[in-house]
């Protein structure tokens, strides 16, 4: 398997498990501050990352050189979190998968900032698809409510957090210094952790945690582990071996997980019309994916 392959499925994998955290997000939301969730979702991510980072590569003096940039990846991806469990308050989990969707889009624009990274005409065709499709979705097919650009207020907040994210994903690269993705990501979770729990300290004292519902402790265990610590390793080794546009491309796979998702869990799925922008996304994928060679 190329360096290129290995990324692609890193991300592939990526894409289903970031998927279940807006089903489940929707569910826990009502329940539990945004920040109050995230703080211990950076730390449970960051002692099992922290601990895979000393059974494997170690975690050398070396890495902590500039601390700064830490704290920028955490504090940016902090604020995606947070934002997005927000937005999920009140936004559903596949028109908020379909918001996630439109960071390839700006991942791009920033890849180009900071370095250069070219989008070819192909690949702007596939973003451009995948933004349609996820319009589509975010819109409900009501063609009345997008002349009017009739936003919900959930969609709004997690597009800001979809901001963070996309610069998120270029600043990797471009703040990595040689450290191997488990150690780089065990920095960036440390840091987020302290970042978080200092904004929603008041929150995180508020919680009557012994009173939570199980579905918050269910959603806690699996954003933790799958939707941060896995994925954040996963996220780390692709953009390492792919270029932004090409890692955020993976997010228009997102709504379609989310789907299956829903029909696991029995709830509804979307009406056939807002289907057809989900595949859209799909369509959008497979365009960028087929420039490869180029």
């Known amino acids: 398997m190329t360096r290129a392959q290995a990324g692609h499925l890193a991300m592939l994998a990526f894409s289903a498990l970031v998927a279940g955290s807006f089903s489940l997000g929707v569910m ?13 979702r950076f730390l449970i991510a960051a002692v099992l990352v922290g601990t895979a980072a000393l059974a494997t590569t170690g975690l050398p003096r070396s890495a902590a050189r500039a601390p700064w940039r830490y704290l920028l990846l955490g504090g940016t991806f902090g604020a995606y979190f947070v934002l997005m469990f927000e937005g999920l308050k009140t936004a559903a989990p596949v028109s908020a998968a379909a918001v996630f969707t439109l960071t390839p889009v700006m991942s791009a624009a920033i890849g180009y900032i900071l370095m250069r990274q070219i989008t070819t005409p192909r690949m702007a065709l596939g973003l451009s698809v995948g933004a349609a499709g996820a319009l589509w979705v975010i819109f409900r097919a009501d063609l009345s409510a997008l002349r009017a650009f009739e936003v919900g207020r959930g969609e709004m907040i997690y597009f800001w957090g979809c901001v963070a994210h996309a610069v998120y994903t270029p600043l990797v690269r471009f703040l990595n210094r040689g450290e191997a993705p488990v150690v780089f990501t065990f920095g960036m979770l440390v840091a987020g952790c302290i970042v978080v729990t200092a904004y929603g300290w008041r929150d995180i004292m508020a919680t009557d945690w012994a009173a939570l519902p199980g579905i918050v402790w269910i959603t806690l265990i699996y954003v933790a582990i799958f939707a941060s610590a896995v994925t954040f390793v996963l996220l780390q080794f692709a953009t390492l071996r792919l270029p932004s546009a090409k890692v955020m491309a993976y997010t228009y796979l997102t709504p379609s997980w989310v789907i299956v998702w829903e029909v696991m869990l029995g709830h509804d799925v979307p009406q056939v019309l807002v289907l057809g922008g989900v595949v859209l996304t799909v369509v959008a994928l497979l365009i960028l994916l087929k420039d490869e060679g180029r």
């Not at 826990?28 to 211990?40: C, F, R, W």
């Open 28 to 40: 826990a939301a009502p329940h539990i501050a945004p920040a109050a969730l995230n703080a211990p």
